[in-house]
């Protein structure tokens, strides 16, 4: 009885990593090779997934011994990371895919280089509008 419970158990987490063996083989993470005028593009992604799974056992009056209850579930997530570009003279080149920003905080830095050159273009406007006041004042004189 006690090794029926276990089976149980066991087949479900074995279908439950099946199924992600499937979605994860090499050619989710490299991709299949695109050419295009005299270019060859490789997809390159990074793949993460997390697996859960429990069960328990439990009596019931019509079966007392052979009560078993479990689940399992799990999620995948494939993100593009870069392209490998190989030309046809057989140079290779790696081309970052950069994501899109995930927090609040990755937005701010992100768009730093923005907010530093508008400041310093408002700032230098000004140093320009005094400097052509004072000169000016000095023709005026």
């Not at 987490?13 to 993470?29: F, G, L, P, V, Y």
């Not at 050419?35 to 069960?55: D, K, N, Y």
């Not at 994501?99 to 408002?122: L, M, N, S």
């Amino acid at each position: 009885m006690e090794q029926e419970k276990k089976n149980s158990l066991s087949e479900l987490m074995k279908t439950t990593m099946e199924h992600i063996k499937m979605m994860a083989d090499a050619n989710t993470i490299v991709g299949t090779p695109i050419q295009a005028e005299g270019v060859t593009l490789i997809p390159v992604s990074r793949m993460s997934f997390g697996v859960g799974g429990g069960g328990t056992e439990f009596t019931t009056r019509q079966s007392p011994s052979q009560s078993f209850g479990g689940g399992s579930g799990a999620s995948a997530k494939l993100e593009p990371v870069a392209f490998l570009v190989v030309r046809g003279d057989g140079s290779v080149k790696l081309l970052p895919v950069a994501p899109p920003p995930a927090t609040t905080v990755d937005r701010v830095i992100e768009t730093v280089p923005e907010v530093v050159d508008k400041v310093t273009g408002f700032i230098e406007s000004q140093q320009e509008k005094k400097a052509k006041k004072a000169a000016e004042e000095d023709f005026a004189e």
